[in-house]
């Protein structure tokens, strides 16, 4: 247990310590005599010792250890050899000035050197000095000595020397001298130690003995404290013997601690006795706490015990008396004195002891008589609260009143107001609820009477907030421990529902079928078959949606939801391909939601209305329809989705100029937003299909120069400007596709495309859409230097947009692929590798294996290669045939490189006759093939079977004008030279294989 260093005991007793001999009359005569005749310098030993007695008596311990530091640099060399013994003594008295400033380890020091360096030579001991001094206080260092171990944390170590101090039988009147505070400090040490019992039997011989050894009560007072700690620690595993031991101890010895108000302030015991207090409260020794509490002066005491110091001194009332009077004066005048918070903390003790109606007088007591205090809001929520529990609602009323009128916006006003909980929901204030409820929740355990209103409305609540994950379980918790609350049925709906909004729909849909079967005519009945249809909805299961949707028309035809289950209705028609079905769920829908004045949910159903009549090519009615969402619509979410909608209808109509513009409109709107709120694919899809639309309504040309000068646009919002060049971009490609190859017109477009992206290059990236980045970056890293790519790349992994990232990630990694450095290669495989394991993004994740091999292949690491081209092997609707064709030769590659001849043959031989229509990877696999399986033959028939292979494949690809082919022809005569062929031989072989009659043909 850490103790403090600031015992007023221990000063009594080092001062009576310090006093008690002078170190010059420890020294032999003629030594003094030297002393007193000698240099008149002022580092002589007398000189140094009177200066620094001096100063500890002035009680300026800085100056003091100054000058006995000094005398330690002169004399510390040679104190043995010039004054003997006796020259410990300094060192004690260094170690009390020590002691007074805390330098517990330094003290500590002093008087071990001043026991040990310093000793008296015992009988028939040799002398360490020819002057014959004595050291006096040799045996009481290890008493000083013991206590610095304490401070120290060594409760131990100090019992050891305190032993030792007594084994070596120092003189009576020393023991007498420091016998109350051998005992006080003797007991201090046991109880750190955990020798509770030891250290009460210690410090009660103070008490026992007080009348007798004259303790004082201030002294007493230091050990109860030091106990009272003791206590508090064993409480963690003997509470109920601890309780015993200290009310018997208070019972027995109380009346001895009569220490009068002041002198427990002034000696510091008010503060002590607050944390120990509190400690106990934390140990769960509540009744100690209270009288720990209860030795604890009020201010007025304080201030009444002064008044009669003062009297007692007449007109001569020292100035120290008068200040501290004033000073306890101000404090009882101020707003928020000391005695609140006692109260307080005595009233917490009172509770934790099972009594409400004592801390609630306490609380009482402190609304009437501190209106002004600063934890009168506490106070007032106090009252309130044990008021409630009590029963007594009009108090309860009362206080609660007082509190909102006085402090409207404090955070404790939820917990004030638990008892308005119903109607503070009712209300729909949810964030209130929910701190009120978890107030009531911290102080009873699940299942209690008194949480279960907590309980209940503290899940609804986080669910009408959203934070669903812990409405999760705090429903759960519900249904569970009340199941036959007047409240489940409530509970039971929004825990289904909440399930569903995690979209965790298969649990929430047998949430709702199990409640449903329960409740089958609840209030809850339509949200709870609207929720029912969601689950369906996204488990795919249409034909029971759209039933379950039909079944909340007809049993709840006026309900609040059904306009939006009838959109949903019009989804899973949509998906189940009932065009006309959806449409005319989706009018429905926007008919119930025009009643019901749900503007979004009408525009929703109005805007997909236009799609699905769009879809079914009834471009009037899609007209009509998108007609009928302007303008009562405009400015909903679903306005730029019904311009995309319509565009195709309007278009039919001869009304495309009508489109146009309000695609210019919204695409000028969408771009403006905040970039947090902006919907970039719907962006996107409105830009692509303005373009669309344009050009074959305008043209080409003229939809270039609308997306280079767009109506309405921003010259500032750099990033929108992105987005259109990239359309234009787009136009132009489409316009280079329908020029002939190699003519003036494709080689201008290209120019043209060249140019934007010039532009383009020169904005800051900042200010460029994730769009744009990707597809500069893919432009540049199509030109001759790749490299100008990775910064727009960079940007883009810099970025929040997860749908641009692992593509950056992918082509940066083809760009580093591509340098011939080996640090920047194994680069790029680690991002192939993160882009398979981290991204996760099925549509990348082939040809992140692709050039996983690719790499792994150039760093001949050929494990990894065969291992990522395996997998493309195992996969066999990965890539495009041709990229297979690569992988597969490269497979072959690895397993050649790795030893395994047979596997890499037949996957070389497998691909030259798979993939012939891509001569390279044929060639080069047929070439590998070939020289795998005439490489290292012994035997001649086996050659020959290698040499008709080569030979009968080498016609079967004649056409093929490849490097690998070429030196495939040539190897022919190299391997008849190598068989020693005769044309016999050679005509046989020709023959059989048929080459020669083939030829002929």
């Not at 004033?326 to 006692?342: H, S």
């Not at 705090?474 to 409530?490: G, I, M, Q």
């Not at 109005?606 to 799609?611: G, I, Q, V």
């Not at 043209?699 to 646009?713: K, V, Y």
Request: proline share 4%; glycine share 6%; hydrophobic share 40%.
């Amino acid at each position: 247990m850490k103790k403090t260093s600031d015992h007023s005991p221990w000063r009594a007793a080092a001062a009576l310590l310090l006093s008690c001999c002078v170190i010059l009359a420890c020294l032999p005569g003629q030594v003094r005599a030297q002393a007193e005749g000698g240099s008149e310098e002022s580092d002589d030993l007398e000189t140094l010792y009177y200066k620094a007695n001096d100063l500890v008596q002035e009680q300026n311990w800085g100056a003091a250890l100054e000058v006995y530091e000094k005398i330690f640099a002169v004399h510390g060399g040679v104190g043995m050899e010039n004054f003997g013994p006796g020259f410990g003594g300094i060192y004690f008295d260094y170690g009390v000035a020590l002691m007074q400033t805390g330098q517990w380890e330094a003290a500590r020091d002093a008087f071990k050197t001043c026991h040990e360096d310093y000793a008296n030579p015992k009988p028939g001991e040799e002398k360490k000095s020819t002057i014959d001094s004595e050291n006096r206080r040799e045996k009481i260092a290890l008493f000083q000595w013991g206590f610095c171990e304490h401070q120290l944390g060594n409760a131990e170590k100090a019992l050891e020397l305190y032993q030792r101090y007594l084994d070596a039988k120092p003189a009576q009147a020393e023991l007498d001298s420091i016998r109350n505070a051998y005992y006080l400090r003797r007991g201090m040490a046991e109880v750190a130690a955990g020798k509770l019992e030891e250290g009460s039997a210690s410090i009660t011989k103070l008490f026992d003995n007080r009348n007798e050894w004259q303790v004082t009560p201030q002294f007493l007072m230091q050990g109860l404290l030091d106990l009272g700690m003791g206590w508090v620690e064993q409480a963690e595993t003997n509470k109920d013997g601890v309780n015993q031991v200290a009310h018997a101890f208070l019972d027995q010895h109380g009346p001895a601690l009569q220490v009068q108000p002041y002198d427990k302030l002034r000696f510091g015991f008010i503060e002590r006795l607050k944390k120990l207090g509190f400690e106990s409260f934390g140990s769960g020794l509540y009744a100690l706490s209270l009288r720990f509490y209860s030795m604890v002066p009020t201010t007025e005491e304080i201030v009444n015990d002064l008044e009669l110091r003062s009297v007692a001194y007449g007109n001569r009332v020292p100035e120290a008396l008068t200040a501290a009077l004033e000073a306890e004066r101000a404090k009882m005048a101020q707003d928020d004195p000391p005695n609140v918070e006692m109260l307080g903390l005595m009233a917490s003790s009172y509770e934790r002891m099972g009594s409400l109606r004592a801390p609630r007088a306490i609380y009482d007591h402190l609304v009437a008589g501190y209106p002004k205090a600063e934890k009168r809001p506490i106070s007032l929520h106090e009252a309130a609260r044990f008021s409630t529990m009590l029963g007594d609602y009009s108090a309860a009323q009362y206080y609660g009143e007082i509190f909102m009128k006085e402090f409207p916006d404090h955070e404790l006003r939820n917990n004030v107001a638990s008892f308005m909980l119903q109607s503070l929901f009712s209300s729909g204030d949810y964030q209130q609820v929910i701190g009120i409820c978890e107030s009531v929740r911290e102080r009873h355990e699940p299942g209690a009477q008194e949480r279960e209103l907590a309980d209940h409305l503290y899940g609804i609540s986080l669910y009408y907030v959203k934070r669903y994950d812990e409405a999760e379980d705090a429903l759960d918790l519900f249904v569970k421990h009340y199941p036959k609350s007047d409240n489940l049925e409530p509970t039971r709906y929004f825990q289904a529902s909440n399930q569903v909004i995690l979209t965790k729909f298969r649990t929430g849909g047998e949430l709702l079928d199990a409640f449903l079967a329960d409740y089958p005519d609840s209030r809850y009945l339509d949200l709870a078959l609207s929720d029912r249809a969601i689950c369906y909805y996204n488990l795919e299961e249409y034909d029971k949606c759209v039933a379950t949707v039909d079944k909340l028309a007809a049993a709840r035809p006026d309900s609040r939801v059904l306009d939006r289950a009838l959109n949903l209705k019009g989804d899973a028609l949509s998906n189940s391909e009932d065009i006309e079905g959806a449409k005319a769920a989706y009018l429905a829908a926007a008919s119930a939601a025009k009643t019901r004045e749900n503007k979004e949910t009408a525009a929703e159903g109005l805007a997909r209305a236009t799609d699905m009549a769009t879809r079914l090519e009834q471009y009037e009615e899609a007209a009509g329809i998108y007609d009928t969402f302007f303008p009562d619509y405009a400015g909903t979410y679903w306005e730029p989705q019904i311009s995309v909608f319509g565009m195709d209808a309007l278009e039919k109509v001869d009304r495309a100029e009508d489109g146009l513009t309000q695609l210019e409109k919204m695409i000028n709107m969408m771009g403006n937003q905040p970039p947090q709120e902006q919907d970039l694919q719907l962006l996107r899809e409105a830009i692509g299909s303005y373009s669309a639309a344009s050009v074959r309504n305008r043209g080409a040309e003229p939809t270039i120069q609308n997306l280079d000068s767009f109506p309405g646009l921003d010259p500032d919002n750099k990033a929108l400007i992105t987005w259109l060049k990239i359309q234009k971009v787009i136009v132009l490609q489409q316009l280079r596709g329908q020029a002939k190859p190699d003519s003036p017109e494709r080689k201008a477009m290209q120019d043209r495309i060249a140019g934007v992206f010039e532009e383009l290059r020169l904005f800051p990236k900042k200010d460029l859409s994730d769009y744009a980045l990707q597809q500069i970056g893919l432009y540049l890293s199509g030109t001759e230097n790749p490299f100008l790519a990775v910064p727009y790349f960079e940007e883009l992994l810099n970025r929040d947009n997860d749908e641009f990232k692992a593509p950056a990630e992918l082509e940066i990694g083809k760009i580093e692929a591509r340098r011939p450095d080996e640090g920047a290669m194994r680069d790029a495989r680690e991002r192939f590798v993160r882009i398979i394991e981290k991204y996760k993004d099925v549509a990348l994740i082939p040809e992140a294996y692709l050039e996983l091999g690719r790499v792994s292949i150039k760093l001949k690491d050929w494990a990894k290669a065969r291992d990522a081209l395996a997998m493309i092997n195992r996969n066999k609707k990965w890539l495009d045939k041709a990229e297979r064709a690569e992988s597969n030769y490269l497979y072959g590659l690895a397993l050649e490189n790795l030893g395994d001849i047979a596997g890499a043959t037949k996957v070389y031989i497998s691909t030259m006759a798979v993939y012939r229509a891509y001569p390279d990877w044929a060639s080069k696999s047929f070439e590998r093939g070939f020289e795998l399986s005439y490489k290292d033959v012994k035997e001649r028939e086996k050659k020959l079977e290698a040499y008709a292979f080569l030979r009968k494949t080498l016609f079967s690809y004649q056409n093929f004008d490849t490097p690998e082919m070429d030196r495939l022809r040539r190897r022919v005569a190299e391997v008849e030279l190598d068989l020693n062929m005769t044309q016999e031989e050679r005509v046989a072989i020709e023959t059989k294989l048929g080459i020669n009659e083939q030829a002929a043909q």
